[in-house]
């Protein structure tokens, strides 16, 4: 449904083929099964703990991040010459969706590595690649990234960690950093955090802040924790879900550090990690929502209530419905993550520049929407099971809890929508357009196979592109006012071609009764949102003035 064959027809993924990723996916299948899905319950019920400055994890989540790194799931799409797999990201996302799905607390581990991985990998000098590298890939050492401080939030250039330089290449690194996911554990041997920080002459903002990987244990001479560094635990936070991840509150006295880059460029470098995360966050709403739909379909199969020519609750419309909408989104958020991973392999096994603008695009929708399903789907999953979802021993309201969170981190979602709408418009919508394009040539080559759903597809399409144009024309405002409905109105009608796709590929079955669907009774959605989107800015400021 994504073009995947595209990317093993590239020489860089020429060793990708369906079959070899088959494999890669049924193995991962495996460990997510047997291994990780136990310690969903174990996490939220047993949370991570803070003892004497030891931070003490939830029991069983040593064994199964063992697990995990001994499968090779933490570098799977890492370069080959650092002992990676150099799989295509694709792989990984698939991967990285059926884990979130089954323990969405020890996932965001792996993911936070996964990201440090790729940022040294572009960034980092050849010694620190060298000495790092190796033992992030292996698991043996984990990494972090610390961004958020008390006083800058989503605005990353108020931040006041200062770095000074030692004389000796290193810098003494001070400061106090806050929602460090997995800052630190009690299974590996070094825990590896890039820091952003300020040099004594940089300048204010953004444009001079620089990225440092300061470790828990600086190396010593033969690549082996040594010496402990000048940071520590402060606290954990005590949160709404994700029990079993240990958010912590990092102070930073001095701690010896490496710098990342070039001095003042340290944004360049973080933002490689942050769109890695970026799609990775929104995989784990994608898999928070496959978790808790399946969660709520085995329940609606065992609960008898009412007169039901089924036996279950399965034979009443209203929860046919909700089991549709989350069955339907799931498969439009996943397809539009996997779109994302394509266009970034094949970026990157190509150097097209199409396909990098086309993941630029791409990229914010993916985030957004793929964890606002996972926060809806969760929601719909408690009602599903009714009464006995709002009793935490039934599981429901768990993935809720635990999804929540993915909305706001890596970026608001707010903030994914003014990204779409501003910078990824910069360049007078060439890009968009060009997906939409795109779309409806799929749509002419299929309109006389369903002609009902296609022409719904199409519709919905151009109805996006005149509300693209209607954004072109609007100051930054206005603009920003309507991100959030442009966005979704974005999503729908990507998932619109996603489930026509699937629906000519599998006629008259289950698949093609479900885009159904979602383009009768789902797409049309999109012109609310699109009328929402063209309204504007319509309440100022000052009418929330106390």
């Known amino acids: 449904m994504v073009g995947y064959e595209r990317v093993p027809a590239t020489e860089r993924f020429a ?44 029991e069983g989540f040593a064994e199964g991040y063992r697990a995990i790194a001994e499968g090779g799931w933490i570098a799977a799409s890492a370069e080959e010459a650092s002992g990676g797999m150099g799989l295509p990201l694709t792989v990984t996302t698939c991967v990285n969706e059926m884990m979130s799905g089954a323990c969405l607390a020890l996932q965001l581990n792996p993911l936070m590595t996964q990201g440090q991985i790729e940022a040294l990998e572009h960034h980092a000098s050849d010694e620190l ?4 590298l190796p033992k992030l890939v292996t698991g043996e050492w984990a990494g972090t990234m610390n961004l958020t401080e008390p006083q800058a939030g989503s605005d990353v250039g108020a931040l006041s960690t200062k770095a000074v330089p030692n004389g000796d290449g290193t810098y003494a690194i001070t400061g106090q950093k806050i929602y460090i996911s997995w800052g630190d554990n009690d299974f590996t041997g070094n825990v590896c955090h890039l820091v952003l920080g300020r040099l004594p002459d940089a300048g204010p903002g953004t444009k001079g802040i620089s990225l440092f990987l300061v470790p828990k244990f600086v190396p010593d001479e033969n690549g082996e924790p040594g010496a402990r560094n000048d940071l520590r635990v402060v606290s954990l936070e005590h949160k709404m879900g994700l029990h079993g991840s240990p958010t912590c509150v990092m102070s930073y006295e001095g701690a010896t550090g490496w710098l990342v880059g070039a001095e003042n460029d340290g944004m360049r470098a973080m933002f490689t990690m942050m769109n890695n995360a970026r799609l990775g966050v929104g995989v784990q709403g994608i898999g928070v929502a496959e978790g808790a739909y399946q969660h709520a379909l085995a329940y609606a199969e065992e609960r008898k209530q009412g007169k039901s020519e ?9 929860v046919r419905r909700m089991l549709a909408e989350m069955k339907a989104d799931v498969f439009a958020a996943r397809s539009i993550g996997l779109m994302l991973a394509v266009a970034l392999d094949m970026a990157r096994a190509t150097g097209d520049k199409s396909w990098a603008a086309r993941a630029g695009v791409l990229t914010p929708i993916a985030k957004a929407f793929g964890t606002d399903t996972g926060i809806e789907v969760a929601s719909k999953g408690v009602q599903v099971h009714g009464g006995m979802g709002y009793i935490e021993e039934t599981g429901a309201a768990q993935y809720l809890r635990d999804v929540r969170v993915t909305s706001i981190y890596e970026g608001t979602n707010g903030i994914q929508a003014m990204d779409l709408v501003g910078r990824k418009l910069m360049d007078g919508g060439e890009a968009v357009f060009a997906l939409i394009d795109s779309i409806q040539s799929y749509i002419e080559d299929v309109k006389g ?3 009902e759903l296609a022409e719904a597809a199409w519709q919905a399409s151009e109805n996006l592109r005149d509300a693209t144009e209607a954004l072109l024309a609007m100051d930054v405002a206005d603009r920003f006012a309507g991100a959030v409905p442009y966005l979704k109105a974005f999503a729908r009608v990507l998932g619109a071609n996603a489930h026509l796709r699937v629906a000519c590929a599998e006629r008259n079955s289950a698949t093609e009764r479900l885009a159904r669907f979602y383009i009768l009774r789902m797409l049309p959605e999109h012109a609310s949102l699109c009328a929402q989107a063209r309204a504007g800015a319509l309440v100022p400021a000052e009418d929330f003035a106390a």
């Open 449 to 451: 196979d369903i002609p």
């Open 15 to 58: 060793d990708a083929s369906l079959e070899t990723v088959e494999a890669v996916l049924s193995e991962a299948a495996k460990m997510c099964e047997e291994v990780m899905a136990p310690l969903q319950r174990n996490g939220d019920l047993d949370p991570a703990r803070l003892e004497n400055g030891v931070v003490r994890t939830s």
């Open 310 to 318: 089924t036996g279950n609750i399965l034979g009443h419309a209203d």
């Open 129 to 132: 690649k060298a000495l790092y």
